[in-house]
């Protein structure tokens, strides 16, 4: 079982930058998935999760109406768009996945985590 992030890199404030997460090993339709953040010196912490046929969603108060989860359970890929990006947002963004169709907020109820893809945002 594997989660693969990607698309992080180095933007601008303000910028948009859309990360990727493709699992493989098994199928995650049935789970739920979230993307965390870990900015250097600083706990994870929760970004967004999504339900697993994508109709519910939750986001962290700082990212609410500034990002966006999504995900292709035909590609067994998650998205996360991050729009007007700022420093704050800089980190290691991981991906995870539950084995629960609804939608986490907790560290402790991924059961998969991804390796990490790191955003930096210059202001």
């Known amino acids: 079982v594997q989660l693969q992030a990607s698309g992080g890199g180095l933007v601008q404030a303000g910028d948009s930058l859309t990360l990727s997460c493709a699992a493989s090993?098994?199928?995650?339709?049935?789970?739920?998935m979230g993307w965390f953040r870990q900015a250097p010196g600083k706990e994870r912490e929760f970004v967004a999760a999504i339900s697993s046929n994508g109709d519910l969603t939750y986001y962290a108060d700082s990212v609410e109406g500034q990002f966006t989860i999504s995900r292709d359970n035909a590609k067994n890929t998650v998205y996360l768009q991050m729009n007007s990006l700022k420093p704050e947002d800089a980190a290691v963004y991981f991906c995870?996945?539950?084995?629960?169709?609804?939608?986490?907020?907790?560290?402790?109820?991924?059961?998969?985590w991804g390796q990490g893809t790191e955003v930096t945002v210059s202001s």
């Open positions: 995870a996945a539950a084995r629960t169709t609804h939608p986490m907020r907790a560290r402790s109820r991924a059961d998969y």
């Open positions: 090993g098994r199928t995650f339709s049935g789970d739920a």
